[in-house]
DNA sequence: TCGTAAGCGAGACGGTACGTCGAGTCTTGCT
DNA sequence: AGCAAGACTCGACGTACCGTCTCGCTTACGA
């Protein structure tokens, strides 16, 4: 992923990173997180949950940015889900990444992250490819359902899935609300169909 | 706007307060904002750049996110536009609106403030009313459409104004691209026909 | 807001640096300088027993050998005594001294003080005036000895102070025990003599 | 010296202690206390300095302390000298000490160390028995010119030594100048004469 | 001749203090 | 009263060393 492996290629003079220490900081950033948010994350706080001294975290990560996005990136995403039917695949998809959502950190540290990025450059190419990997579920969901011909072939899958999703980022960035999982059914429903129906 | 008026109920006492430091103040955190982002922006700066003493930031608001808040109240949403189609209507709205966006801090301080406000209980009541405000015109825009019979009566117009705006979310928080203007037609015709049609 | 009022260059603007907090913070040094010596002085325990920030200690002093060198100021020196007889003078004046040195945080400011000095200019420069402002008594009660007639006119008055407070500075520096206001008699009656006596 | 003698009592398996790496870190130590000083002088820069890890330091020495004064032990002190008359003895003594003083690190390391034994108990025994036997030439020479009848059998011997010494440590620890041989004839000459001469 | 035991350079470990910066508050003298 | 200026306390930042602890070698000895 980033410079985080314990053994760099090839150099191993020297006592190794202890992996421990680094697992230890990882869920002590998610921790603090879910109970402070991300202003409330200090990496002082984080050194002293995971029982480890300032320099071991400096000594990975460049700052607290890069910190949250691998702990981030160690966070569930979608989990693709395959009935042969498209309406169920992103109903049942958005469901249960809606439970994950609620239950973990994801809440707390994607919006962070989000707004974050805009005005740091270096976040936004650490956050990049995590970000993207974590739709990819959701665009395989609408290429099988292209294949079985339930979608036209000139859809733009991209702009597909950003439509399918959108209502969740509303939610979530202009709403501020919970996300509630009865949501997924309707708001499936209305994309499929569309206004006009 | 806010609890901000100059003058308040009756009390007299004293120098006024100074509207053109108010405005200079607000001004100034819209520049900074635009400069660096919301992590960036300090209330000694705003201070410095308006040429204001920190006291009189605080007098008026206290502390940096209502004045980040109020700031924003102050850039333009959506404007209304009514062609007796909705599709047009919508098209013109979302591609008024990406221009602005790309043309003032609106690009800088909207994901900040949507990131901040999951862990600023504060911050997310001040944001609250903003927000909504500034989705009425579209929802007012699909509220016609709905008179004029070219929306069904049964369809959720909050979930509908999701659905259309859905995509912008998407692309300006987790795609961290421009958004071009390009990108309104076929989105908005996306959602109106459907991923099925 | 102001114009042209022409204000007193570079002194009034702004809050005033608390005289308190100025005291404050020589009174810690002291107290800590005794209580653990040099090495044991930290900023922030300086800080915390003066009950005052870091930065305001920073804010006057730009580390901590200048605030070490401004508190050893404020500590006694050589003070005179004119009795019309130089053996006198010179042996209630190391006497005196001999005391205040025992019961004060000098003798562990001193020492470290003139070690470093050695390899901080700035510390040089600092300590210089305040070093020998403190041996003026002393080549006062020489001069007057001269004026007398009891001291040649030849002697070079720097030296015979050296000669004279030597014995301590050795003792001080080599000899690490403390130093006894006994030995102050004979010290100075072998000084007057000379070995060969 | 002292406990580091490479092959201690007997025990003999493993690989013995490297005698260079010792010498080197001896060198190293004092290279650095010459650049810098006391307060520069860091383990670490002495490990990177002598090319050896800071394990192989710390398996010789307990601390930094004793190390630094291991390396100033091996530094030159007094040169015995007997010309069969006192005055002639000490000029020498000390003219030859000056000299070798402004060419080695001991002007460098004498004043820290001084300086620092002050608040160091450990420092201040582990310094004792090495600054006592740098005296000791210096005692010998008095109690030669005793044995001659040249100095009365009264005097103390230890503080004969002391008023000798003495102006040069004044001169040390608080003139900062550089130390000139040139002062070594009227200063020994003021000792034995003393100042009423 | 080989295993064992210690030493080796390198560098990570938990800590503590450094000197800096910003938040939000307070205190000047002016307007 | 309000104002600009700037000092105040507090607390986090990211860095540097301390003295300790592995790593994977290397080097001698004694079985």
Redesign the pocket.
């Known amino acids: 992923m980033s410079g985080t492996s314990p053994n760099n290629s090839g150099s191993?003079?020297?006592?190794?990173?202890?992996e421990q220490?680094h697992q230890a900081i990882l869920d002590a950033t998610l921790e603090l997180l879910v109970e402070g948010g991300y202003s409330a994350l200090?990496?002082?706080g984080v050194a002293s949950r995971a029982?480890?001294?300032?320099?071991?975290i400096?000594?990975r990560w460049a700052?607290?940015l890069p910190l949250i996005v691998e702990a981030f990136g160690g966070l569930p995403g979608f989990e693709d889900c395959d009935t042969g039917n498209l309406s169920d695949d992103l109903k049942r998809m958005l469901g249960r990444y809606l439970e994950v959502f609620n239950t973990t950190a994801l809440s707390a540290v994607l919006p962070s992250l989000a707004g974050e990025r805009f005005h740091n450059d270096e976040l936004s190419t650490l956050f990049e490819p995590v970000s993207m990997s974590r739709r990819r579920p959701l665009i395989d969901a609408l290429e099988r359902a292209q294949e079985r011909g339930e979608l036209s072939r000139e859809i733009d899958l991209e702009l597909a899935a950003d439509l399918v999703v959108g209502p969740i980022a509303v939610a979530l960035f202009f709403k501020g609300g919970r996300l509630k999982p009865e949501m997924v059914g309707p708001m499936v429903d209305l994309a499929l169909r569309g206004l006009r129906a």
Do not use: I, L, W
């Open positions: 191993s003079a020297g006592r190794p990173r202890s220490a200090t990496v002082e029982g480890v001294g300032k320099a071991t400096y000594r700052s607290k």
